[in-house]
């Protein structure tokens, strides 16, 4: 069965810093295009980071020089370090796996409010 669980998510002030995790299993992770996607209240879900099989990444515009994706074949995770965070970015956090299929997690939490 696979599974991608997120976690690291919370309510952090503006300016603040979060690190988001994805712990995957069912799956040869490194095989893999990973990518973080959010869905602010009212919104769309959007794309907000991916890196590739050979670690190649991209992110939103908005969130460039602020976000940083990696990830870790070896213990089948990956990771979402976010710096300087606005209330702009408040939404659910997902993680996406895609090969040969596509798996989706369950999502967490980023509320950024004073």
């Known amino acids: 069965q696979v599974q991608l669980v997120e976690s690291g998510g919370g309510l952090v002030q503006p300016g603040g810093s979060l690190r988001l995790s994805c712990e995957t299993s069912?799956?040869?992770?490194?095989?893999?295009?990973m990518a973080w996607h959010r869905q602010a209240p009212g919104k769309d879900r959007e794309l907000v980071a991916i890196?590739?099989?050979?670690?190649?990444?991209n992110y939103l515009d908005l969130v460039k020089g602020r976000f940083t994706i990696s990830r870790d074949n070896a213990k089948n995770t990956m990771s979402l370090q976010m710096n300087n965070l606005q209330p702009e970015d408040t939404a659910v956090y997902y993680c996406?796996?895609?090969?040969?299929?596509?798996?989706w997690g369950r999502g967490t939490q980023v509320t950024v409010s004073s």
């Open positions: 996406r796996a895609t090969w040969d299929n596509t798996y």
């Open positions: 069912g799956i040869d992770m490194k095989r893999y295009t």
């Open positions: 890196i590739t099989r050979q670690s190649a990444t």
